[in-house]
């Protein structure tokens, strides 16, 4: 099956640092999402992205559309305690309707 | 709007036993999607419904994994019998059209003794 690899697994900053991390795939995607999850919860969607070489903000979080179409980044700026927890990158092959989900970065926010 | 509901939120079975995990999708949502989760295999798709009708099932583990979708506001998960390796957060999912983005619900976590 689909293989998404996403780096980092984890990470640690200072609050007010930014935040890279980025997810890349064996076969060529038509969508890339972000989704974001709290402990206990299901993932909430950060941001779409539709269009190889996309650029789309969503507030602090930046996130691209890998011209190459296998891959995708999430860049969070001026990190904040808030944005802890995991980080998922999903994607979809064109036709299809289900979505193959990265590893997850799980991202903590020392005060 | 209410987002994806699933009940129940915990669930602590014995080996053995069946155990029913329930879905309300969005109102107006066409596709549901079950999925599994675990620290050693992520989050892995399960089964989908397109308009109550099982479109692809290639990621239920087991014939003991069954799921059904009576109507467009319900599905359930089944696990019959259940076993310790079946231990995940179980999550459903729920999006308007194939090109549209899926919407999770809070999941239900399920530990088999």
């Known amino acids: 099956g689909q293989q998404l690899n996403q780096s980092p697994q984890s990470m640690f900053i200072q609050e007010g640092e930014d935040v890279s991390m980025n997810c890349t795939s064996s076969?060529?995607?038509?969508?890339w999402l972000w989704y974001k999850q709290d402990p206990g919860e299901g993932p909430v969607l950060l941001i779409a992205?539709?269009?190889?070489?996309e650029l789309t903000s969503n507030g602090r979080l930046t996130a691209q559309f890998g011209i190459t179409r296998k891959d995708s980044f999430l860049n969070i700026s001026a990190s904040i305690p808030s944005d802890v927890g995991i980080y998922f990158c999903?994607?979809?092959?064109?036709?299809?309707?289900?979505?193959?989900f990265g590893t997850g970065t799980r991202l903590t926010v020392i005060p | 709007d209410a987002g994806v509901i699933q009940s129940p939120r915990h669930e602590v079975t014995e080996m053995g036993q069946e155990v029913t995990l329930r879905c309300k999708p969005i109102?107006?949502?066409?596709?549901l999607f079950w999925y599994r989760q675990t620290m050693m295999r992520g989050l892995e798709l399960l089964i989908y419904?397109?308009?109550?009708?099982?479109?692809?099932d290639s990621g239920m583990p087991e014939d003991r994994f069954s799921a059904k979708m009576p109507n467009a506001s319900f599905s359930t998960l089944k696990i019959q019998p259940s076993e310790p390796r079946d231990s995940a957060v179980y999550f459903c999912?729920?999006?308007?059209?194939?090109?549209?983005?899926?919407?999770f619900g809070p999941g239900t976590r399920l530990t088999v003794l």
């Open positions: 999912a729920s999006s308007q059209n194939n090109q549209d983005t899926q919407y």
């Open positions: 076969s060529i995607f038509n969508t």
């Open positions: 992205l539709y269009k190889a070489g």
């Open positions: 999903a994607g979809r092959e064109t036709g299809a309707n289900n979505l193959f």
């Open positions: 109102s107006g949502h066409d596709y």
């Open positions: 419904f397109n308009n109550n009708v099982p479109i692809d």
